[in-house]
């Protein structure tokens, strides 16, 4: 139990002492130009929450009950105050990056397309070998601490790849699927989905029966664990395709080849908590990019490997080890449409366009084959379309099959080329707008 | 061999085939082809030497991995400085990529403007017809101030030269094709070289018995 005097002591002394440490790193100097700005705000906010709790500690004189949740709420705060410090090598890669200049113009854009031009993007190696997002780090902190007003207003990204794909250009629109997460939250697509859903009867009476299968298939739990089981679930279903659905309409096809690179030799038809399986999730792919009009596209530059996705992607609807996985499998791919349109109004016009799009990817991967800069010869080509006329050449250059996918991504001189082409077009089209 | 003058340039910019073409990408401004030259311009990336505690650089004896061990890659952006102190040594890469076709080579010598400030811009000088990929650039400031590097600054320049007739070259030709950052040197590729010649080095010393 909390609430000893010298406990609260030790708590104030060592959250002091956390605090004028961070604030002293080099790390947390003020930033040059806007990336990383946001980000660093959100860390001084952090330390300011700090500040304002430990100003508002109780005095002596207060009850015992109220030193005492003071203590706890402080402890329990203790753990992202130490955490603040993984934001300083986040901070030291806006000064020099990273990742190439390339993929680091290619994620900003990303950002900008998806969430919106209100954000701050911080793209960071991690030890971990997966793509992940963060968002407001610290934010349960700072919106905890009553009375305390943080000055951050953009929402600040922290974007990690695994350190082995820094250099892997072709991975890269994998990028669009973990910004989309911040899209998701910022623009709350997953209650737009779900709400919709929730107006539809189909859906109600299938919920309906799946808490009743549920009740057998789980006894131990109350209905209303049931339902809060499945409501979770739900929505981190929704938040992965939808996702998928913003990369896809950002990046098209070079997202559904990235995500066949890196997904399916880690998974494959296995549902889980917070994924949907890999099977599913190729097949709501392909009918989007269907919709969208890159059938033609995909039969002409990679009918092998749209082929072998389709055989996978009929895997989708085998049996599932629950009935809520079912019941999940069956609602998402019948409502795919719903989350298709959330995330074609959400990405607008900044939705790689197959009708120009194309003769941009064409043209790339031409200049690729001639082993010249893809940055285009008499106009920038758009750094998506360079990446997509990437994959078109390391499809060409290394086979239209699973394996050609593996052997792209060994392809160093390519991908140096493409991410080269993607800084260059970012340069000249910059250059333009300062004359 | 003859110097490709402004209209020339222009011509083997616009050639129609690819393989035919001189890709010089990206052109910021066009103002770049000169009379009897093209303007290149710094990129974003570099090669530092590291300071080591090993007594030197011996490419006959070092491998590749120990030589590019002891050299840092650094990135650049648009808007941020380089400074390059007195008697430092860098590698830069030029900002353009260039494709040149068989039958064009070049030469690249540094802007005198920069020399004047005591910046010697050295490079293999000599471009071989069918290159392909950004110049390695050797930039040493001889002078006695630190020097400020910008990305994008123009910084040499490249005179072509048209072959009498076109060279046979295959597209992997070159231990240096394609590339988009400065490169290091790859003297120890050549390692078979240097010990043949430690060898005549030993046969000539024990010629007298």
């Known amino acids: ?435 | 061999m003859t110097a490709l003058g402004r209209e020339e340039l222009r011509e083997a910019m616009e050639a129609p085939s690819l393989g035919d073409r001189l890709v010089i990408v990206p052109l910021l401004d066009p103002a770049q082809v000169g009379a009897a030259a093209v303007d290149l311009r710094l990129g974003t990336e570099f090669l530092l030497l590291r300071r080591t505690r090993r007594p030197g650089i011996d490419p006959g004896v070092r491998s590749q991995a120990d030589l590019d061990e002891m050299q840092e890659r650094v990135v650049v952006p648009f808007g941020e400085k380089l400074w390059l102190h007195p008697r430092h040594f860098i590698l830069a890469a030029t900002l353009e990529y260039l494709a040149l076709p068989n039958d064009l080579c070049a030469n690249v010598v540094g802007r005198s403007s920069w020399g004047r400030l005591g910046l010697i811009v050295a490079t293999a000088v000599f471009v071989h017809p069918g290159f392909h990929g950004c110049l390695t650039l050797e930039l040493v400031n001889e002078g006695d101030s630190p020097i400020a590097l910008r990305p994008g600054s123009r910084i040499a320049q490249l005179s072509l030269h048209r072959l009498a007739s076109a060279a046979e070259v295959s597209p992997d030709e070159g231990k240096y094709h394609g590339p988009v950052r400065p490169e290091p040197s790859r003297l120890p590729s050549e390692r078979g070289e240097f010990d043949r010649l430690d060898k005549l080095g030993s046969e000539l010393r024990s010629r007298l018995g």
């Open chain 1, 1 to 435: 139990m909390d609430g000893d005097p010298d406990d609260l002591e030790l708590l104030l002394a060592t959250t002091r002492q956390e605090v004028d440490a961070l604030r002293d790193d080099r790390r947390l100097a003020p930033i040059q130009g806007s990336r990383g700005a946001a980000l660093r705000e959100h860390v001084l906010d952090l330390l300011g929450a700090f500040d304002h709790r430990i100003a508002e500690t109780p005095d002596a004189g207060a009850s015992p009950a109220v030193r005492r949740a003071f203590a706890r709420s402080l402890r329990q705060s203790m753990v992202m105050l130490r955490g603040a410090y993984a934001a300083l090598p986040w901070l030291a890669a806006t000064r020099e990056p990273t990742v190439n200049l390339g993929s680091l113009y290619l994620a900003e854009e990303l950002a900008t397309a998806l969430v919106g031009s209100d954000v701050d993007l911080v793209v960071v190696p991690n030890a971990e070998a997966m793509y992940s997002t963060t968002s407001w780090p610290f934010s349960a902190v700072i919106d905890g601490t009553a009375g305390f007003t943080p000055s951050a207003s953009r929402r600040p990204i922290v974007l990690n790849y695994p350190l082995s794909d820094g250099d892997r250009l072709l991975l890269h629109p994998l990028f669009a699927h973990e910004i989309g997460h911040a899209s998701v939250h910022e623009h709350n697509l997953v209650s737009t989905v779900e709400t919709g859903l929730d107006s539809s009867e189909a859906f109600s009476d299938a919920f309906s029966e799946t808490i009743q299968a549920m009740k057998t298939f789980w006894p131990a739990a109350s209905e209303t664990r049931i339902i809060g089981t499945l409501r979770a679930m739900l929505r981190a279903w929704i938040e992965e395709l939808l996702c998928d659905h913003l990369a896809t309409e950002a990046m098209g096809p070079a997202f559904l080849l990235a995500f066949a690179c890196f997904v399916m030799p880690l998974s494959y038809g296995e549902p889980g908590n917070q994924h949907p399986p890999a099977t599913l999730r190729v097949r709501l792919m392909l009918e989007h990019l269907a919709r969208r009009g890159w059938d033609p596209y995909l039969d002409s530059v990679t009918p092998g490997i749209k082929s072998w996705l389709t055989n996978v992607s009929a895997d989708a609807a085998g049996a599932a080890p629950a009935p809520s996985f079912a019941f999940f499998r069956d609602q998402l791919a019948d409502n795919a449409e719903t989350l298709q349109d959330t995330t074609n109004v959400r990405v607008g016009s900044h939705c790689l366009d197959p009708a120009a799009s194309i003769p941009a990817a064409d043209e790339a991967a031409a200049l690729l084959d001639a082993s010249i800069l893809p940055v285009g010869l008499d106009e920038p080509l758009h750094g998506r379309a360079i990446l997509l006329g990437g994959w078109q050449s390391a499809i060409r250059r290394h086979g239209d099959r699973p394996e050609g996918l593996v052997h792209a991504l060994a392809d160093r001189r390519l991908q140096d080329l493409v991410g080269k082409a993607i800084e260059m077009s970012t340069v000249v089209t910059s250059w333009r707008a300062t004359a």
